[in-house]
T-cell receptor, first 112, second 112 residues
Framework: NAGVTQTPKFRVLKTGQSMTLLCAQD?????MYWYRQDPGMGLRLIHY???????AKGEVPDGYNVSRLKKQNFLLGLESAAPSQTSVYFC???????????FGSGTRLTVV | DQQVKQNSPSLSVQEGRISILNCDYT??????FLWYKKYPAEGPTFLIS?????DKNEDGRFTVFLNKSAKHLSLHIVPSQPGDSAVYFC???????????FGTGTSLTVIP
C-alpha cells in the first residue's frame, strides 16, 4: 500500500526559481491538502481540493498555486520561490473533509 | 488567529509514568478532534480521535478526554514508553467542514 507519495523528498531552489511538488494517492480519496510545517507554527493549510477539478485556498495560499486535474494527483507550484517559502511541505488526503487524514512523508524545501 | 493551541512546546516524562498532552480550541463549532503523532523525517500518523458526543475515548495505552465547556482536550499515555517520543499534534474540525485545524505540536521525550 503506497498511500500518499510525495516527490521530491528534498529540493534546494534559488530565489526566483519555480518548481512543482507532486502528491499522489492511491486510496481513491476525494479530499487532498497541502500543508507547510514551520518551527513554532504547526501545520498550516496552503490549498486544498474537495474533488477532481476543484481547488480552494487555505490559511497561507500566497505565492502558491495548485491543480487537481486527476483525482489521484494534487500538484503544488511555486512560481517564483522566496526564502520565506523554506519549509517542510506535507500532502494529505482523506475520504471526506472530516475524516482523518493520511499524510505523505514530506518534502523539505530550502530556498536560498 | 490560531484556533487550536498547544501551549506546551515540549514535555519530558520518565518511562512508565503518565504523559499528559493538552490542547485548547476557540471555535465552539468544532465537533471532531484528532491526535497525530510525528516522528522526525516522517509524515504525521493518526493516533486517536474523539467526537463531541463523547467525553472520553480509549485505545490501548492512549486515552483522549474532551471537556466541551472548557474547549479543552487532553491526550493521556499510560505507561509512557521511549518509542512514544515524538511530536504530537491535535487537530479539530467543524460539522460539515472541509479541513482540520492543527495545533503547533508538543514534543514528547520519554526518558528510559
Amino acid at each position: 500500500n503506497a498511500g500518499v507519495t510525495q516527490t521530491p523528498k528534498f529540493r534546494v531552489l534559488k530565489t526566483g526559481q519555480s518548481m512543482t511538488l507532486l502528491c499522489a494517492q492511491d486510496m481513491n480519496h476525494e479530499y487532498m491538502y497541502w500543508y507547510r510545517q514551520d518551527p513554532g507554527m504547526g501545520l498550516r493549510l496552503i490549498h486544498y481540493s474537495v474533488g477532481e477539478g476543484t481547488t480552494a485556498k487555505g490559511e497561507v495560499p500566497d505565492g502558491y498555486n495548485v491543480s487537481r486535474l486527476k483525482k489521484q494527483n494534487f500538484l503544488l507550484g511555486l512560481e517564483s520561490a522566496a526564502p520565506s517559502q523554506t519549509s517542510v511541505y506535507f500532502c494529505a488526503s482523506s475520504y471526506l473533509g472530516t475524516y482523518g487524514y493520511t499524510f505523505g512523508s514530506g518534502t523539505r524545501l530550502t530556498v536560498v | 488567529d490560531q484556533q487550536v493551541k498547544q501551549n506546551s512546546p515540549s514535555l519530558s516524562v520518565q518511562e512508565g509514568r503518565i504523559s499528559i498532552l493538552n490542547c485548547d480550541y476557540t471555535n465552539s463549532m468544532f465537533d471532531y478532534f484528532l491526535w497525530y503523532k510525528k516522528y522526525p523525517a516522517e509524515g504525521p500518523t493518526f493516533l486517536i480521535s474523539i467526537s463531541s458526543i463523547k467525553d472520553k475515548n480509549e485505545d490501548g495505552r492512549f486515552t483522549v478526554f474532551l471537556n466541551k465547556s472548557a474547549k479543552h482536550l487532553s491526550l493521556h499515555i499510560v505507561p509512557s514508553q521511549p518509542g512514544d517520543s515524538a511530536v504530537y499534534f491535535c487537530a479539530a474540525s467543524a460539522i460539515g467542514g472541509n479541513q482540520f485545524y492543527f495545533g503547533t505540536g508538543t514534543s514528547l521525550t520519554v526518558i528510559p
